[in-house]
């Protein structure tokens, strides 16, 4: 069955550094998406993508983050600067049309600042 | 707007008996609805879906849901618990002709008693 592939699995970095978490996602998905998950808190929406931009951002999405989708291959999300609350989980979605057959949700990235 | 409900934090039940796990959703359009379960430190793996087809719904592992739109539920149930069933579970809508961005509920952690 496809799957949405993300790297790396764990990431430590030191606050203020800039990361890029990278997803491949479902070869003929069109929809994108990007949402974190505090430990023991809710999945929350970052953004959405489609025909190669942002379709949709959520109060979360700050001039920190940024995404590209740089090949046909590669989704990334992009963090500046980043904050010790940054440390989350990281999940990398997508989607054929829209989602009304459902999402397909990589593995994550677990991203830890100190 | 859609929003979505899981009304328990946490379900305990023992192995063998049955699993309900509480999910209401408010949606201004036609909802699309979805299980997801999240096993520790791994990703989030699609259960089940509803899309407007059959209101009963059959996924994997022998979880089933009924969508009952005069109530607004969409209730995960299983015949008989396996320990393999302890993980975390994700209610979540995203609506058709509406913003198919999904909408996640807060999640219900299911614990299997040997």
């Known amino acids: 069955e496809p799957e949405v592939t993300q790297t790396p699995s764990h990431q430590v970095t030191q606050m203020g550094q800039e990361v890029i978490l990278r997803c491949v996602p479902i070869?003929?998905?069109?929809?994108f998406y990007w949402y974190r998950q505090i430990l023991g808190q809710k999945v929350e929406f970052l953004v959405s993508?489609?025909?190669?931009?942002?379709?949709?951002k959520s109060e979360i999405f700050d001039d920190q983050f940024s995404v590209e989708r740089p090949d046909g291959s590669n989704f990334t999300l992009k963090i500046r600067s980043t904050k010790l609350e940054d440390s989350a989980m990281y999940f990398c979605?997508?989607?054929?049309?829209?989602?009304?057959?459902?999402?397909?949700f990589g593995s994550g990235t677990r991203l830890t600042v100190v | 707007a859609q929003s979505v409900t899981q009304l328990d934090s946490h379900v305990s039940v023992s192995e063998g008996t049955p699993v309900l796990l509480r999910c209401n959703y408010s949606?201004?359009?036609?909802?699309?609805l979805f299980w997801y379960v999240q096993h520790p430190n791994k990703g989030l793996q699609l259960l089940l879906k509803?899309?407007?087809?059959?209101?009963l719904v059959k996924g994997i592992n022998g979880f089933e849901a009924e969508f009952k739109k005069s109530e607004t539920s969409f209730h995960l149930t299983k015949p008989s618990a396996h320990m393999s069933d302890a993980a975390e579970y994700f209610c979540?809508?995203?609506?058709?002709?509406?913003?198919?961005?999904?909408?996640f509920g807060r999640g219900t952690s299911l614990i299997v008693h040997p």
């Open positions: 949606s201004s359009y036609s909802p699309s």
């Open positions: 979540v809508v995203s609506e058709t002709g509406g913003s198919y961005i999904p909408t």
């Open positions: 979605a997508s989607s054929t049309t829209g989602g009304t057959y459902g999402y397909t």
């Open positions: 509803y899309t407007s087809a059959a209101t």
């Open positions: 070869s003929n998905h069109l929809y």
């Open positions: 993508f489609y025909n190669n931009e942002i379709s949709e």
